[in-house]
């Protein structure tokens, strides 16, 4: 499909991405979007909610260029879990109410800076519907099996005690560790070896206190650290492979601002004398294109 010619067909997806100022995340979207389109053979665009280019309202306008007597345009974050980003910062993004009260402004007076208060208005006279994010959905198994195993067929050892922990990125609200539970007791049930779940901030178990305990109580010689995240960033490149011992530095934490909040993140490294193995995260996987795709399908 030429991407750039103009589209008969009067709706169009928006897929919504946080954001990055590392360029992982703009690669994996930009494979995601262009994918999804052949897929679908829907008018797509991402919609960045800051930091990378086009912004959501910038996506708006592309996609008004793009496609002929656009009337309805379908938002579809491109997020596991749901959260502030999700159920108040997108909504606002798009010109829609927030799904509830935000934590962070309960009075919704943002400050000056702040990416809200400097997003540009959407422009658009058609219909917005915003979907949801992804949830824990069965076929999210089927990639962390895939990524299991691709990391196993890298290991140097053979067949020795292997535990697999899966690690998301916890919230502020209770939202992610709901995501992340169930996702695991999913997990779980089909996984024969011993596993475990982290979070690397915000709530918990940690990342080393899940491998802790994991390792522990089944006397391992492996581990297969599995990030639920899905495109590569500050975490997945930096803090997780920090704290699993895979990057040396002289500081054992740091932060680093959203605009909207600060991270502290204590980073001292695990103690464990066996492998571990840490895959990729899902990036453009088609089961996630699958997945997107049936989402969109079943509003059309």
């Not at 422009?123 to 069965?138: A, Y």
Request: overall charge negative.
């Amino acid at each position: 499909m030429d991407t750039n010619s103009k589209l008969s067909n009067n709706t169009a997806v928006i897929l919504v991405s946080h954001g990055s100022t590392l360029p992982y995340a703009e690669e994996v979207f930009t494979e995601i979007k262009e994918k999804f389109i052949k897929k679908t053979g829907l008018a797509a665009e991402i919609g960045y909610m800051k930091v990378s280019e086009p912004t959501i309202a910038g996506a708006v306008e592309i996609l008004k260029d793009e496609v002929d007597d656009l009337d309805r345009i379908i938002a579809l974050p491109v997020f596991l879990a749901p959260g502030i980003h999700t159920n108040i910062d997108i909504p606002q993004l798009l010109g829609l109410e927030p799904l509830e009260e935000d934590p962070r402004c309960p009075d919704g007076n943002y400050p000056a800076e702040h990416y809200l208060s400097i997003a540009d208005d959407v422009v658009f006279d058609g219909e917005i519907e915003l979907l949801s994010s992804i949830g824990p959905r069965d076929e999210l198994l089927d990639i962390i099996d895939k990524r299991i195993n691709e990391a196993l067929a890298e290991s140097k050892l053979g067949d020795v005690k292997t535990g697999i922990l899966l690690v998301t990125h916890g919230s502020r609200l209770n939202y992610n560790k709901e995501f992340a539970t169930e996702l695991y007791n999913k997990f779980e049930k089909t996984c024969e070896l011993p596993s475990s779940f982290g979070f690397m901030e915000l709530c918990g178990p940690s990342i080393p206190e899940s491998i802790d305990k994991l390792v522990e109580e089944n006397d391992l010689e492996r581990l297969v650290v599995v990030p639920v995240f899905i495109a590569p960033g500050m975490h997945t490149t930096h803090d997780i492979p920090h704290i699993l011992g895979f990057l040396e530095e002289h500081e054992h934490s740091h932060s680093h601002g959203h605009g909207d909040h600060d991270h502290e993140h204590d980073l001292t490294p695990v103690e464990f004398d066996g492998e571990i193995l840490y895959p990729e995260p899902i990036k453009a996987d088609d089961i996630l294109i699958d997945i997107l795709a049936k989402m969109v399908d079943e509003k059309l």
